[in-house]
């Protein structure tokens, strides 16, 4: 069977932008626009709360899921990232 999501890049693009990885906030419904696929150990999620985009990482571990958000940016700035993420142009 193959994967119907997609998958980040193995590698990182010369120039790849950074990105700063936080504990996650409580309290905020989320709504989860896009991800990418769960066969690996680690997924992202394109996210959206109070009119903002983010991206969430979650790494399955056995024990309990190791979760951490980006910051905070306007939807069409998270979609940008976002893009740049499944191009290998951001981490």
Known sequence: MSCVSPHIPDR?????????WFEPSDGTRVRVIAWTC?????????CQAGG?????R??????????RETHRWPMAQA???W???????AR
Do not use: H, S, W
């Open 12 to 20: 990182r693009q010369p120039g790849c932008k950074k990105l700063a």
């Open 38 to 46: 769960d066969c690996l150990a680690l997924v992202y999620e394109l």
């Open 52 to 56: 903002q985009g983010f991206i969430r």
């Open 58 to 67: 979650t790494l399955q571990n056995e024990d309990a899921p190791e979760i």
């Open 79 to 81: 979609r940008d990232i």
């Open 83 to 89: 893009a740049a993420l499944l191009t290998g142009m």
